[in-house]
């Protein structure tokens, strides 16, 4: 399991594409997404800044890091 693919999702998204619901991730699990009061993740993380071009795709900043279900921080 690689943490970092669980950061990034299939396409280009950009921030007015995005729906609430759960999204699958490269990694293979999804991260949940809700869009009430701003876009959060996993019910943890915000998004601060969206639309961040980069060569391979787009990037959308986030205020915390998330981790895969089952992935224990002290293990790492």
Known sequence: MSILTYHVVAGKVMAADVA???????????????????VMLNG???????????SNGVIHVIDA????????????
């Open 20 to 38: 609430a619901g759960d999204v699958p991730t490269v990694e293979g699990s999804t991260i949940a997404v809700t869009v009430e009061g701003g």
């Open 44 to 54: 943890s993380a915000n998004v601060v800044a969206t639309d961040v071009a980069a």
């Open 65 to 76: 890091v998330i981790l895969p279900p089952g992935v224990d921080p002290a293990s790492l």
